[in-house]
């Protein structure tokens, strides 16, 4: 029987709606293994150290996933421009495996170091890269809800990970942390070879190699000056400053190349559109406040309040539940409205509140308090994780697609790295200060919840106290920065979303 023309049109449409479906579950897939792929390894790190040694490089472990990721998502993002999504898709998922695959199997700390680079270097492709394959597939109305989904399923991620690492350390050993997702890779590499449709490179693509090789270079400076500056380096030392001098030099010269180049990897022109601007500004800022949190709160669970590792982890859950919430609901709202900026301006104001409240922790505050910061936390974050890449989108060019979903990660990642870096700092000094006396200073790097219980208890509670003294001028900072990533979202110019 032979179907009529609108039987068939009909046919084709649900074809193609079944085939964008599956594209979707496996970019959720892909960036939920890329995402993960950059906590799990936080509470395998004592077992790996234990194993391998090299106590004194377990912060590059992580350092070197988060540089590589940083530099690899606009480069794989420009490379998804050029070459089509499915080709580089499959491609980062590759290297995320080799990556991997070398971590798993490395026999000494410097191996697994140099496996994190290059499985954050895919892992940082994978995260952009599947972001812009849902501005592929679905107009811009329709992409937001999508794009809301992702959000959470990032949000999920960054949770999920410690937990999953710290379960299978516990069932097995700690090489199974960097071979338990090769299942899920490989399967996501068959769906993708099924759901999307190939394309070929624009008509002669040129690769900008130079200005890829100098934003490599800016961004792992900056990295690296936010990661080492005050704690590995000290700031009066000139091998810091020769490394600010060598960034600021990349950074100089990758203007000027792409200013001059066809095909520039980062298209500085994009940064004269208002939403690419005001996003990435307001993303780096709220980077700042969700990676600093994430590193402090569980400090203060584990030592003032003697929850354990994996209680802390937990304890992280009401925040992601906010984080996932408020993102796929702000991607609701801009679905079925197509107006989207009254969202970041009225989460940036609510994650500013919840930070000048965590600003006041201490020993005495009830635990339903600092959960119900967490929760206000998690929904002061999540909006920024689907409405920023949903203007960007809706901004800029298709054929920018990829490098400018790209630029909304990147920021957000250099935010976290500098954020973290800042606090750190702020803490250190606090805590010196406030255990002046109190503890031996070559005690204070290794002050811990066992170290306290084991003092007297008449300086015992001193010394939480003066902790929980410290980790307030954290929280007032990040209050600050998200006051300012509020007052630089009103800057941001609605582009009412299309339909179709």
Known sequence: MTATPDASDALDDRSFGARRRLAVWAVCVTLFVASTGQTIVSTALPVITADLGGLNRISWVVTAYLLASTVGAPVFGKLGDLFGRKAVLQSGLGVFTLGALICGAAPSMEVLIAGRAVQGLGGGGLIVVSMAVVADLYPARERSRVQGALGGVFGLSTVVGPL?????????????????????????????????????????????????????????????????????????????????????????????????????????????????????????????????????????LQVVRGVSPMGSGLYLLPMMAGLIGASMLAGRVMARTGRYKALPVASTALLAVAMLGLSRIGPEMPLWQVVALMVATGLGIGPMMSVGVAAIQNAVPQRFLGVGTASANMFRLIGGSVGTSVFGALFAAGLARNLAGLVEGAGLGTIGRSAVMALPEAQRAPVLAGFSEALGPVFLTAAAIAALACAVTLRLREVPLAEG
């Open 164 to 300: 999953v690492g710290g379960l299978i350390v516990d069932a097995a050993s700690w090489h199974w942390v960097f071979f338990a997702n090769l299942p899920v890779v490989a399967l996501s590499f068959a769906v993708l070879q099924v759901a999307l449709d190939a394309q070929g490179p624009r008509d002669r693509p040129r690769i900008d190699v130079a200005g890829a090789a100098l934003l490599a270079a800016a961004l792992s400076g900056l990295v690296l000056i936010a990661s080492l500056g005050g704690i590995e380096l000290g700031w009066d030392d000139p091998a810091l400053w020769s490394l600010i001098a060598a960034t600021l030099a990349a950074t100089a010269g990758f203007v000027a190349v792409e200013r001059r180049a066809a095909e520039p990897i980062l298209p500085l022109s994009l940064f004269r559109l208002n939403a690419v601007a005001v996003v990435n500004g307001a993303g780096l800022l709220v980077g700042m406040a969700m990676f600093g949190t994430l590193t402090f709160l569980p400090l203060y």
